[in-house]
Nanobody, 121 residues
């Protein structure tokens, strides 16, 4: 499956953005995740959505502010980000996994190209 992430941009602290991740194939069979990365740091787990609507799990740093959702008919996953903070600034990646539940980037098989989110304070 090929993934393409988009929707990043510059936003003020406290603002919102919605990222999208469009897939070339069916998403319903995949664990879908969002990760983010800043220069010099490892890719960090943000949120993931289990297949078949079996639930979501969030990093503590974004819980209550970010929401993942998917539209299987459009083969698209979304990341709604509210109340953004300067520390949310990063390149955001969507990813697909054949696994069931993982926060490790090593368990994800396919990756989008990344989209930059910059939050100004």
């Amino acid at each position: 499956v090929q993934l393409q992430a988009f929707g990043g941009g510059l936003v003020q602290a406290g603002g919102s953005l919605r990222l999208s991740c469009a897939a070339s194939g069916r998403l319903s069979n995949w664990l879908m995740g969002w990760f983010r990365q800043t220069p010099g740091r490892e890719r960090e787990f943000v949120v993931a959505d289990k297949r078949f609507g079996l639930g979501t799990f969030y990093a503590p740093s974004v819980k209550g502010r970010f929401t993942i959702s998917r539209d299987n008919a459009k083969n698209t996953v979304y990341l709604q980000m509210n109340n953004l903070k300067a520390e949310d600034t990063a390149v955001y990646y969507c990813a697909a996994s054949v696994g069931y539940h993982s926060i490790s980037s090593h368990d994800y098989n396919y990756w989008g190209q990344g989209t930059l989110v910059t939050v100004s304070s």
